[in-house]
């Protein structure tokens, strides 16, 4: 089965981000077919390479990031939800002005219309987070 993941969750204070990944991980196990992965609202944060939890605890950005590289997996950030808390790639540094981009090179910034694209081209769309 395809399916379409989306995730709404900051990796910290919350369960879902964790969730999601090992869901991720389990569809890949079971050779479903990871669509694309959307991270918006809070999970936005999944994607900046700047999170640096203490040293004890899971660093889920890293997971995310070496997870999406090692099965070659699209993962989609919207980019209104990014921008709105300071996440951002080089085109939106210099677009914006901004002194630095901390978006993690395994996630690309576009629109909700992907998350349409993906959850039209799948058999399931499960979102995990508020």
Excluded at 13 to 19: A, E, H, K, L
Excluded at 66 to 71: E, L, V
Aim: charged letters at 15%.
């Amino acid at each position: 089965m395809k399916y379409t993941v989306v995730v709404m969750g900051a990796p910290e204070g919350s369960q879902s981000s964790r969730t999601a990944l090992a869901f991720c991980h389990a569809l890949v196990d079971q050779n479903h077919t990871l669509e694309r992965i959307f991270f918006y609202a809070d999970g936005v944060h999944n994607a900046s390479m700047l999170v640096t939890p203490p040293q004890d605890e899971q660093n889920l950005p890293a997971d995310w990031s070496n997870f999406i590289q090692q099965y070659d997996v699209d993962a989609v950030v919207c980019i209104a939800a990014a921008l709105r808390r300071g996440i951002m790639d080089t085109d939106e540094q210099s677009r914006y002005q901004k002194s630095a981009a901390n978006l993690s090179a395994a996630f690309s910034l576009s629109g909700l219309g992907q998350l349409i694209a993906a959850t039209a081209s799948s058999d399931r769309t499960i979102t995990f987070g508020a």
